[in-house]
Structure formats: C-alpha cells, structure tokens
C-alpha cells in the first residue's frame, strides 16, 4: 500500500493535555548531553527570568510524537510504520516550553510528495499552552520507504 496522496491538508484532534514535568526537562537535558544550567537547575532558570526549568530546543518532540501517532493510526494514510525513516525535524519558536506548561498540539499534513519511488510527507504540529497561545510549531518529515521491487 502506498501513501493516501489525499492527506494532504488533512487536520487530527487536538491531543490530550501534556505536563511539562522538571525531571522530564532534566532527563531530556542529559540524553541531549545539554550542559546549561537552565535547563537543570530550578534557580538558574529563575535567575534567567524563568518560572522553572527550561527545556532543551527539541524538547518539543516529546509532544509532537503524540500528534505522528494519530497519523501513523490512520489507516486511510496508507503509511506502513515499517517502512518510515525520519527525514526532517524543525521548530519554530514563539517562547521556551517550561517545566509546569500544559500543552496541547494539533498537526496538518502540509505535503504529501512522491520522490524517486518514495514518499515523503510534512506534518506540522502546532503546540499552545493551557491558554491557548502559541508556544511552538514542530514540523516533521517522514519518509516512506516504496515498495521493493
């Protein structure tokens, strides 16, 4: 089965509310081997203007994966999840997510291309806060492997 070129444009519920936790912002700090103390120590963070803990730029995958999930669900995308590759990772920031936000994301498909007997398709996951004000936009490529000959 290949790629439902049609999901293009296509827009899944927004997901269930995410707590940003200081210890997930910590863990996530040492994986990326981050060594700045706002994203670890509580303090330097307040002394840089922060309410807590500052979490690393790629953070944001930690919510974004919940929104790639409804995709890789969706049986009408026609995305064989054994045949994904992660293409490209980007953000765009309006403010740093930190530890206590509440956040929420929505994706769109954006793009559904064919590529030398691949596919490859462009989610955008808008990321707000509890009150619903823009925090961050997560934007993934996929690429889908074709069908061996």
């Avoid at 444009?9 to 081997?33: C, D, I, N, Q």
């Avoid at 990772?89 to 498909?109: C, H, I, K, N, W």
């Amino acid at each position: 089965m290949s790629v439902n070129p049609e999901i293009q444009g296509r827009s899944y519920p927004t997901t269930e509310p995410y707590m940003v936790g200081r210890e997930k912002v910590r863990e996530f700090a040492r994986a990326v081997l981050s060594t700045s103390p706002i994203n670890l120590d509580p303090e330097a963070a307040r002394a840089a203007g922060y309410a807590d803990v500052v979490a690393p730029p790629t953070f944001p995958v930690v919510v974004q994966e919940h929104t790639l999930a409804q995709l890789l669900a969706d049986e009408d995308a026609g995305i064989d999840f054994s045949r994904v590759v992660h293409g490209d990772q980007r953000f765009s920031y309006t403010r740093p997510v930190v530890a206590g936000d509440e956040l929420r994301a929505t994706m769109t498909v954006t793009s559904v291309k064919s590529l030398g007997g691949n596919s490859m398709v462009t989610a955008s996951s808008e990321i707000v806060d509890a009150e619903g004000a823009h925090v961050v936009t997560a934007i993934s490529t996929l690429v889908v492997r074709g069908d061996e000959s």
